[in-house]
């Protein structure tokens, strides 16, 4: 349930920034002499980014409170949601930190047409297993425990 909560929260919201910085930008043809094509794929980018972190922020503590602090689960949620805005800065940073892992993955992937007409089409193939691996074995790995154990060390403090 709070997989799928996540889920639409993020795509949906991400359509609404998405929608709002395109009108916005609806009626600059450049910005800073460069065209829409090389500006707007970093920025949504960033601003993925920006969303992923706080959405992920806010119910990074749910499961350490289910597992652990034996809450319910909307109970958990809640306060997953006051744990995260009371240890905001190192939630933040224990989360970015396994994110930049995925930096490579998603230049890469973004670059789809190079890999085909460059090296090969299989590694378009190649570049989503890794990042794939990468999300799964390393960058959810990390979050996960690291956040759990400043869960205990917070809950250790109060």
């Given at each position: 349930?709070?997989?799928?909560?996540?889920?639409?929260?993020?795509?949906?919201?991400?359509?609404?920034?998405?929608?709002?910085?395109?009108?916005?930008?609806?009626?600059?043809?450049?910005?800073?002499?460069?065209?829409?094509?090389?500006?707007?794929?970093?920025?949504?980018?960033?601003?993925?980014?920006?969303?992923?972190?706080?959405?992920?922020?806010?119910?990074?503590?749910?499961?350490?409170?289910?597992?652990?602090?034996?809450?319910?689960?909307?109970?958990?949620?809640?306060?997953?949601?006051?744990?995260?805005f009371k240890l905001f800065k190192p939630t933040v940073v224990l989360i970015v930190l396994p994110i930049l892992f995925n930096i490579p993955i998603i230049a890469l992937?973004?670059?789809?047409?190079?890999?085909?007409?460059?090296?090969?089409?299989?590694?378009?193939?190649?570049?989503?297993?890794?990042?794939?691996?990468?999300?799964?074995?390393?960058?959810?790995?990390?979050?996960?425990?690291?956040?759990?154990?400043?869960?205990?060390?917070?809950?250790?403090?109060?």
């Open positions: 349930a709070v997989v799928l909560f996540i889920s639409i929260l993020f795509f949906y919201l991400i359509k609404f920034m998405e929608r709002g910085l395109l009108n916005y930008f609806a009626g600059h043809a450049t910005l800073l002499s460069l065209k829409p094509q090389v500006w707007a794929g970093p920025i949504m980018i960033a601003l993925n980014m920006f969303i992923l972190i706080f959405i992920q922020g806010l119910f990074v503590y749910t499961f350490p409170l289910l597992m652990i602090g034996n809450e319910k689960l909307f109970r958990a949620i809640g306060k997953s949601t006051a744990l995260f992937q973004y670059k789809t047409p190079f890999l085909i007409d460059k090296v090969f089409p299989e590694a378009v193939w190649y570049v989503c297993i890794a990042g794939a691996i990468i999300n799964s074995l390393i960058i959810d790995l990390l979050i996960t425990i690291s956040t759990t154990v400043l869960f205990i060390q917070a809950r250790e403090q109060a």
